[in-house]
């Protein structure tokens, strides 16, 4: 289950998709090469996913994953949601709210785990234990966590990020360290 988009708010992300789906749509029936599809197709997904981001129409996950995490809210978010142009060489992340109740969080992981999902934990994930689990396949990352307040606090981030349309990735961490963990040191 996705949350609804604001009203409104995309309008430019459907006009980007409108036209990166017409550049597309050129290049197949002009017989372009390959690689230049192959371009035109990464902007389209990337438009694709911004739209998403911004009306909250849907999730682009797999239906194994989205399987998986029936029950769940989820939510793109990450440097493909914060940044305009979104970056096309990067993960595909999502917040996967869990129902606060032990057996849905033994169930994700579970079933995470069963579709080659692996736990992975990184430096500046500090400060985070109990709080939010990050799971990676290929080039989906999923910030799980049961915890409502980790949630809206990660929302809040997610807001300031884009509303500042952060590049760069040491100054998105350092607002994510502020947000989440109080930690002014990073700032």
């Known amino acids: 289950m996705v ?4 009203d409104g708010a995309g309008t430019t992300a459907m006009t980007t998709l409108r036209t990166a789906i017409e550049q597309v749509l050129t290049l197949i029936e002009q017989g372009r090469n390959p690689v230049k ?8 997904r990337a438009a694709l996913e911004s739209f998403v981001g911004e009306t909250g129409v849907g999730v682009m996950l797999s239906p194994e994953i989205s ?3 029936s029950g769940c809210d989820v939510e793109p ?14 993960d595909r992340d999502y917040l996967v709210v869990v129902p606060n109740d032990a057996d849905a969080v033994r169930n994700v992981v579970m079933s995470l785990e069963s579709n080659a999902f692996r736990w992975e934990g990184s430096e500046h994930y500090q400060d985070a234990a109990g709080e939010f689990m990050s799971w990676r396949r290929d080039d989906v990352n ?5 915890n409502q307040s980790f949630a809206m606090r990660h929302r809040a981030a997610t807001a300031v990020c884009k509303r500042l349309n952060l590049q760069n990735k040491s100054d998105r961490i350092a607002v994510f360290q502020a947000v989440l963990y109080g930690n002014s040191e990073s700032v």
């Open 3 to 6: 949350p609804g988009g604001n």
């Open 37 to 44: 599809i192959s371009e035109a197709a990464a902007t389209l």
């Open 67 to 69: 399987e998986a995490l």
């Open 77 to 90: 978010c990450g440097s493909r949601v914060t940044c305009n142009p979104p970056p096309l060489d990067t």
């Open 142 to 146: 999923l910030i799980v966590t049961a």
